[in-house]
């Protein structure tokens, strides 16, 4: 799930991940191969 919103321009952003169990004691998570990349999508809901 990615929240949608808009944020003024900064010269800097922290990006920080949550995992949740919305049902259950939980548990680990481990999470890799993760990247960030500066692009413009025109329809975020859609992921065009």
Known sequence: MTR???MKD???VKVG????APTG???DRIYE???IESKT????RAGE
Do not use: D
Not at 41 to 44: A, L, P, Q
């Open 33 to 35: 191969n993760l990247s």
């Open 4 to 6: 949608y919103f808009l």
């Open 25 to 27: 004691q939980g548990g």
């Open 17 to 20: 991940l949550l995992a949740q």
């Open 41 to 44: 999508v025109k329809n975020i």
């Open 10 to 12: 900064a010269e800097s």
